[in-house]
């Protein structure tokens, strides 16, 4: 079993709105969690971090949550524009580099 | 900077054929992973090194694979002999140890595969 879980796994938005996305976690022991970009064709590239003690982090018109105690996380997109359409991967980071735990993704496309 | 350079971007090739996927990694980055990506499984860790030394090659399908790092600025991931159940996308990422890095991948732009 996953020990990442992204919710939805696909979603169509207008471009202008907003939209959150979800990952739950089980990893232990957790170190940091990623959000990660990724566009089509693309390698993913890294949105923001989460660390134990971060509840809230922005940046841009992303803005990423991080409840511990119910290890979730959240990522949302304010405002949306046609170059937000992309997969959007969780990535939690373990105790060493070769137990990163990657989520499926959700894939995001905006529409005008 | 250049980023993380993988060659080549796309590959079809016949099954029982060889297959060299190669990359540049980050200059002064000391972490270097290669992962698969296909719809089914999404990201999958094949193999892992850190200055140029293998850490982690459990995620390495079977024999067929292999990863070398022959030194800090370049490394491969061979197939051989390649079946269709490889064709996929394949990332080499890589990452600078310390505080600062606090583990951010760097990925290339990706090699995809087509095993006919």
């Known amino acids: 079993k996953n020990q990442v879980e992204q919710s939805p796994q696909s979603l169509i938005i207008l471009e202008g709105k907003n939209c959150t996305l979800q990952?739950?976690?089980?990893?232990?022991?957790?170190?940091?969690l990623r959000w990660y970009k990724q566009d089509t064709g693309r390698g993913p590239v890294s949105l923001t971090i989460?660390?134990?003690?971060?509840n809230t982090k922005s940046n841009g018109r992303y803005t990423a949550t991080l409840d511990a105690d119910t290890k979730q996380s959240s990522l949302h997109i304010t405002a949306s524009q046609l170059s937000d359409s992309a997969s959007y991967i969780c990535?939690?980071?373990?105790?060493?580099?070769?137990?990163?735990?990657f989520g499926a993704g959700t894939q995001v496309v905006v529409t005008p | 900077d250049a980023g993380v350079i993988q060659s080549p971007r796309h590959e079809v090739t016949e099954m029982g054929q060889e297959v060299t996927l190669r990359c540049k990694p980050i200059?002064?980055?000391?972490?270097l992973f290669w992962y698969r990506q296909t719809m089914m499984r999404g990201l999958e860790l094949l193999i892992y090194?850190?200055?140029?030394?293998?850490?982690?090659d459990s995620g390495m399908p079977e024999d067929r694979f292999s990863a070398k790092m022959p030194n800090a600025s370049f490394s491969t991931l061979k197939i051989q002999p390649s079946e269709p159940r490889d064709s996929a996308v394949y990332f080499c990422?890589?990452?600078?140890?310390?505080?600062?890095?606090?583990?951010?991948?760097?990925f290339g732009e990706g090699s995809r595969l087509t095993v006919l």
């Open positions: 990422a890589t990452s600078a140890s310390g505080r600062g890095a606090a583990g951010e991948l760097f």
């Open positions: 989460m660390t134990f003690s971060e």
């Open positions: 990535v939690v980071r373990t105790d060493s580099w070769g137990k990163l735990q």
């Open positions: 990952c739950n976690y089980t990893v232990s022991p957790f170190s940091n």
């Open positions: 090194f850190n200055n140029n030394v293998p850490i982690d």
């Open positions: 200059s002064g980055h000391d972490y």
